[in-house]
């Protein structure tokens, strides 16, 4: 599978923005999909995962309650709802994706063999 993020862009601090990974060559059912991010200088680091039916999923504390993950298996798609953005979310964000079982999310980027290409989320204050 290939994924390719999008939806990524430059808004103030406070706005939503809703991010996009889709999938080629190949259904995501049987992944496992997650999110991440790289700020400049930093490690990338773990946002959200969504299990392979949608029903399970788990964020970094620094996004519950503001970010929601989704995914739309039969558009091979998975989201990234972001709301009440702050500077701190300035960053490259990263979809990956991991073939896995029923009910599992996985927080660890390194378990993770599948990334697409970021998409830039600038959030001024």
């Known amino acids: 599978v290939q994924l390719q993020a999008s939806g990524g862009g430059l808004v103030q601090a406070g706005d939503s923005l809703r991010l996009s990974c889709k999938a080629s060559?190949?259904?995501?059912?049987?992944?496992?999909m997650g999110w991440f991010r790289q700020a400049p200088g930093k490690e990338r680091e773990f946002v959200a995962t969504?299990?392979?039916?949608?029903?399970?999923?788990d964020y970094a504390d620094f996004v519950k309650g503001r970010f929601t993950i989704s995914r739309e298996n039969a558009k091979n798609t998975v989201h990234l709802q972001m709301n009440n953005l702050k500077a701190e979310d300035t960053a490259v964000y990263y979809c990956?994706?991991?073939?896995?079982?029923?009910?599992?999310?996985?927080?660890?980027?390194?378990?993770?063999?599948?990334w697409g290409r970021g998409t830039q989320v600038t959030v001024s204050s």
């Open positions: 990956a994706a991991k073939q896995g079982v029923t009910g599992q999310t996985i927080k660890s980027i390194n378990r993770y063999d599948v």
């Open positions: 969504i299990s392979r039916g949608g029903t399970v999923r």
């Open positions: 060559e190949r259904t995501i059912v049987p992944y496992v």
